[in-house]
């Protein structure tokens, strides 16, 4: 089959404050489009579920006819539509859920649910063909931070290996980042604070338990905010591009670590980096280090696939039904607790 003759599938995701919707054929992304109301939750310093529930019904339609403008694409030309199924926010997936159910039953074509990671884990495919089996992934984003076993990513479920016991890595990053008195999300404003920075401030490598692959970031966070008190407490200036890039330093070097440990223990010699954190300038240079040394690897998409978007949606959907797995019924659930 060539790439033209595949069906084409809708992708969307709406599991926490993005709006997406992709449009995917044979492995080719057609179509990205995306309303976000990150800017609406600015001022709660976290994404509050009414908000964003709210917004996603708002957005569904435009940003549907706007994927399929950029794909120069009309509904009927749909074969079939997938859509997250969880994890994520109840009332937010529901509205993608919803929405997915109507056009899958209007357009008469099957509908296809899918988990939120394992689509995060497919978008790569996009970029970089097909993912070698099995791969390991690292998932790291305000509402996630797992490391997963990913044999075929079509037909069988992804395995878990670990996960934070606290906060998502991007969590720690937005509440330091407020700490510091930078603006949500606080990623990309500490990333680029740390570029001016040493990373000499010694902060707690929290590994949750060594010898699993499980995260805890909440240490750390504590531990920074009592070395901030600290300082303003004595009256001298904090530092802040050093304690942005030495808490940097303390997520990527666990990150990465056990990444590696993953795909050691497990004879995998591929990883794949995803989530919204994956756009961290140190924790790609660490992860490339670190797994050229190892003989690894490393595939990370371009940062517009890493955080939430619609073509990793689509992306799984095209590997599903590709692969001839039986559709969803129009009774699926939004379940925002979805097991892998
Ligand atoms: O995947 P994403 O867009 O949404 C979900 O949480 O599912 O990830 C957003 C998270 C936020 O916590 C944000 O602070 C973090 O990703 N983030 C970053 C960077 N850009 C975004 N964290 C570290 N460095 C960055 N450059
Ligand atoms: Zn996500």
Known sequence: MTSRDSPLVLGIETSCDETGVGLVRGGVLLADALASSVDEHARYGGVVPEIAARAHLEAMVPTIERALGQAGLRHR??????????????????????AAKAYALALGVPLHGVHHLAAHVAVDTLEHGPLPRPSVALLVSGGHSSLLLVPDLATEPVVP???????AA???YDKVARLLGMPFPGGPPIDAAARAGRADIPFPRAK??????????SGLKTAVAR?????????EPV????VAASFQEAVADVLTAKAVAAC???????????????????????????????????????PGLCTDNGAMVAALGSLRVEAGVAPSSLELAATSALAL
Do not use: K, Q
């Open 77 to 98: 030309d749909v074969d079939a539509v997938a859509v997250t199924a969880g994890p994520g926010l109840a009332g937010a997936l529901l509205v993608g859920v919803a």
């Open 170 to 172: 991007g969590e720690a």
């Open 239 to 242: 530092p802040v591009a050093d």
């Open 161 to 167: 290996l670990g996960a934070t016991v606290d906060d």
């Open 264 to 302: 050691r223990a497990h004879g995998v010699d591929t990883l794949v980096i995803g989530g919204g954190v994956a756009a961290n300038s140190r924790l790609r240079a660490l992860a490339a280090l670190r797994c050229e040394a190892a003989g690894i690897t490393l595939r990370v998409p371009r």
């Open 227 to 235: 070395w901030v008190e600290a300082r303003r407490r004595s009256g």
């Open 208 to 217: 949750a338990g060594d010898g699993t692959f499980d995260f805890s970031f």
